[in-house]
């Protein structure tokens, strides 16, 4: 029986897909902060101001993800943790107040 060693190499352009998110990114919020420049109802005000949230710790996450892959030494290293952890904080901050309705 012969053993075969197969290595697939697998190059992905991040490049152009991280610039898209960036440009959705900013589309979203700035529109986001035109709507609330309206003179919606409070209750839409809330809304925008909770997808705005959203908004920041999605990105807050694809930071902290990019400095994890980056991590070299005991500062990077300790970067990516610090960054990991606020992801973790303001994803529960914003579940917990959406649980008591705030």
Known sequence: ????DVVVNLDIN???ADTEL??????LFRTMSLLGRLGLPPGADAAIAKIQQLIMIVRLAHT???A???A???IGWALAGVGLASTA???GDYVYDSL???
């Open 1 to 4: 029986m012969s053993q075969h």
């Open 72 to 74: 070299s030494g005991p």
């Open 64 to 66: 902290s993800l990019i």
């Open 22 to 27: 960036r440009q959705l990114e900013t589309l």
């Open 14 to 16: 991040m490049a152009k």
């Open 100 to 102: 008591q309705g705030k």
């Open 89 to 91: 904080m303001s994803a």
């Open 68 to 70: 994890l892959q980056m």
